[in-house]
């Protein structure tokens, strides 16, 4: 199994199956509005605009499940990332990445990557919110906050998984690296 055996919805409620994204390198990231990690929208967009054209998509899955921090519609949300950030890479429907809703997408992503751990002041603040929905946190694949990045070979293979703390250089360095 891989990433093109899945099916999401757009941000326009259509069904579409991620093997239209075969022979690219993906990454896949839960993303929210209001989290303090917002601003990585920034740098997501400078990737893509820097390696669309070597075959990079990013795809965005809004989520609301880490403190409502995704409350709009999806029309709302994608009118503040393309208006405040400028995106301009696929944005899907919100989805959940865990629980009784999570999307079959993301319960594979959970399934077979590792939580790598937080890094730097953010890295504590997030350990205390990921401590609150999950005691046992440090020692399981779940998803643990917004803006955690799932890198995608042109295969469809996993082959990295990102916490929200992790330095964007390095997201960068390893996409460049498939690419």
Known sequence: MNVYDFTV???????????????????IVNTATGCGF???YDDLQDLYD?????GL????????????????????IHSFCTGRYGITFP???????????QIPLYKWLEENSKFEGFSGFMGKIVSLA???????YKNNSKIKWNFTKF?????????ARFEPTTNMKEVKKQVEALL
């Open 9 to 27: 919805k757009g941000q326009d409620g259509s069904d579409v199956s991620l093997s239209d994204y075969k022979g690219k390198v993906l990454l």
């Open 38 to 40: 917002t601003p990585q």
């Open 50 to 54: 820097a390696h669309q054209k070597d």
């Open 57 to 76: 998509e990013i795809l965005d899955f809004p989520c609301n499940q880490f403190g409502e921090q995704a409350p709009g519609s999806d029309e709302e």
């Open 91 to 101: 944005q899907f429907a919100k989805i959940d990445v865990f629980g009784d809703n």
């Open 130 to 136: 990921a401590k609150k929905n999950d005691k046992d």
């Open 151 to 159: 890198l995608i070979d042109r295969e469809g293979n996993l082959v």
